[in-house]
């Protein structure tokens, strides 16, 4: 039973079905029926004009963004357990062309806007010294906590007040909207977002992310980008109809729901264990050595998360007997 | 009736079938058991032990390879009419920090030793000029011709004598085999192939196609520029699973074979009309301007290529009336 | 006697004795006080106002320049014999990050607007295509010619109409002014060229040259660029110093007018083997083999330019016995 | 009176002696007599084989051997105040095409074989996090510390144990040696370093620095790299005049003890004050605001160095009068 990661998760069946329907000739690249159809679909999904941009990784998603936001000689701001520091394998570097990045503390990988006026005034203002250009934020974090919308304002003023242009790493933010209860608009483009990484696979998608761009104009850019990275498929309108059926079906809010909810039952087994809040669908636990092996006897795979800490990870399919297991499993430890 | 490209066309049906005989819950990224039989599967295929990663595009197979056959400070020979030439949007330039592509002359996009040969010979030894270090063709061309055994075996001399890695594009390498009857290890590392773009998208597949290493000790780094280039996407398993079926149910030389007959079957309509010798699935005609729009009013898709001149390619689905339709209205001219 | 090339001639005296003026404490980097007077000197000298950095070669120069003026996913148009694509060991490419240079033809290393047109046409407005977004351009040419402000301010029109940004590689330029006559300003920024790399070092320098920004908002970039290249030397008083002393002592016009002068005392002495006219002080010969071995037993170094040519480049300081030896001799094969 | 940086200092009237000397016609580039004796030169001075590469600066120095060391989908291991870190403006991921620099933490600015293990030990050795490729160190520190020759040794061996290349910043080299007494062999290849930049400019020269390779066969590559860098000068042998008499007039040992008895004059002055023990010539002093107000005042500059903390720098020529005032003056604070 695994609970190692959202990724080793299946598609929802109405994704099969919606490859499946797309399954005849068309345009290439994305001139298709399903890709043209994308920017609409978003746009009325955040209300308010978006450009859309299907891509199969959430690093392609995050670092094509990168790229259009931070010139090769400028820095990112990120937290020090961000994903595109740490699980991104030097991304960033590649997609900018050697772009630094900044890195900020903060509990459960989140960041202030404290944070990032420290981090900027640290940086003194001449040509030796890398300049920030960018803020990147995760939401869900790789903790599994969430930004209120309030939270994303604050750090969007700040980037205006530092002159930042501002991403934001949405791998899960299906989850947030899921736990927080605020609509997409206030998480995203009201607070001053301006690229986003909107993350479908890791809930129920097969293989289609999306780059959204509240920043239209830098469509152009992101278009020719995608293709000189190799991510301009051959035949889009499999990736475009993976993501108008999630939205079309309301799949990208109900499986997050179905993830959070899952997260919630494992996190009630064990309250004392529990290093962060569980707020969208990753647990952290402290579980000792002896302990992680007796679960893994029992069945369960999960990730060793440095010395008497683990992670699961809960999936939009993980209901009924296999959480419960996992749920009575932890509260007998 | 879309003659425009090969990547117009649907999916096999099988290779939906095994993406969907694949989605359940498995490991993340490439540990599935559909992405760890690809090394074995291809090794049997071509007879001789390789590495074999799923990437979705061309450009990504071409160009990681050619980020790992040549250092930033060097140049790649290619045709001028190479696809990594003048429809990869400067991949090559983005994956390999700033290489050079050097182009050659030759009939049909085909290169030989001769202008290997010259273009190195122009290339003045000292620190000023940028060295070649990589040699790539593309088999079938960019205008349909195939290489033989014996000439890629004669390319692959000329660059061990210089010292040249090389790499090919087989975009089109099921149909090159289709054509010409020989044996795919012929074609390739037996001919002095190092690493090879595998094709399977615009044969039938959704969206997978292969990055060969006959030239095995490139695998980490491979496996590392894969992930930093956005390219190792979280649910492999898709893409593995849609390989092997393209190879399990000889999908990809029945493919080929079914979409070079095709473009036979055009090619014999107007004999007179060919620039090129129609080797694989592509026909470049002689078509006037006012021609072109009959056949378009007639319902027919294509290319203009150049003032006069047309390009059609058939898919391995095209069979039956469309086909006859357009021999019929090509003889009709 | 060296007729290899300018490179070869030693610093004007004048050049020496303003390095050891400046040899006293200062500020560091580019904050010294003949730092601090570049900009007015060169905004001076041009009659408008520029912004002025020193580097401490034309390579620096160009391509700083061109990753300012070229996104890494865009072309660069240049003549295809031009030194960015033939002497600087893909530094454009690294620069710019991976930016395509795009090849015109044109006799004796001109570009024409037609060749800019014809370039333009040849690529398709898509994605797929790197798009062109600069055009350089290099006076006095690499084989010695000159433009004219006429036909520079006709490649700046044509670099409008097509949306493009000028470069103009001057390492020569000195010598084009002293033969054409024509005034700085309309051979450069009045002509729509944005960027200048203004050559002194072939011209009596020791090592310093000039980037020359029209379109100054490009400064900061500019700034950062050279420092992240390794170009902001920390005792920047010693270039500074040259350049000054070229300017303020009218070296850089005396010194490219004594060069030219001793190209056309070679020149007259052989008009029939003249390859190109000869405009500025680089002299193209037919001469064999034979002839070619001759001159060199008697003492005279130049390079050989392809079967049966030769080049002859002169220098500020060649004047009297030397030339007369080698006007005497290329007059006597 | 400047205690701003040694870069603030004029150039020793030998370094200009030789300037002048070198001041005739010669083969352009690194192809004249002077450039040509380098690798002999500093072969005798390390005695071992080394290869010896004029550059301008020291980030050129660092950058080159960094890119040949490090690709650009790895990690360099350097301190938080390393000076490729804080003071290159990015320039380790230009020159290495976005490679990136992992932070180790340590007092002075010391990297100690412990820091290094933690570092890699927290790296997971999978695809997703980059892995470490290089080791950078200092000597002398950003903060004046000196590294001994057996800790040079122990990084050394912690660096081949990780698989580590091992590149050391000279900049204050020939400092270091002269305040541990202690062989530059022993400071550098015979303890494993691969590859030395070896500073010139901070200690007397006027604008030649050397990077030293020990490990030889890394010179093409480097040669290419300068070249494509824009860092081969034309006039290359007033580079390499400066570099030779900078060793053959001991002035590189010479100076350095020049300046760092000045350091130990103005150390003297003010024990208690001492940030860091003063090894080599820059001297950091708790200063209050007010303090610091006062020595402005009395003529003297230096840097703010944070709250309460200020730098002074000492030079080669910095004795007698000056020096004393200051030392007084900070007495007397």
Redesign the interface.
Known sequence: M?F??D?????H?KV?EA??AA???????DGDEWSERLDGAFSDLFGTPVRAFW???????N??ALAALC?????ILCHRDAHIE??????P????????LVLLDGAGAKVTPESVDAACDLIRDD?????PATLSITNATEYGLTYRAAEVQALGEVAKRRGLMFHMDGARLANAVASTGEPLAELTWRAGVDTLSFGF??NGG??AECLILFRTELAD?I?????????????GR??AAQLLAMLEEHLWLDNARAANAAAQRVAEAAPRRLIYPVEANEIFLKVSGEEADKLRVAGFDFYDWGPGQIRLVTSWDQQGEALERLASAIAAL
């Open positions: 695994r190692f990661s990724n080793a998760a299946p598609a069946p099969l490859i499946a399954n005849r000739l068309d345009t290439a690249y891509v199969t990784t959430g690093t392609a998603a670092c094509l010139p090769p000689y400028r820095a740490v699980d991104e394998a030097g991304a570097g590649f997609f900018t062309g050697g772009a630094k040509v030796h010294q890398v300049q696979v890791k097969l293989n850019e278009a020719v980008r995608r293709k000189r990275a190799g991510h301009l498929l051959s035949k499999y990736l």
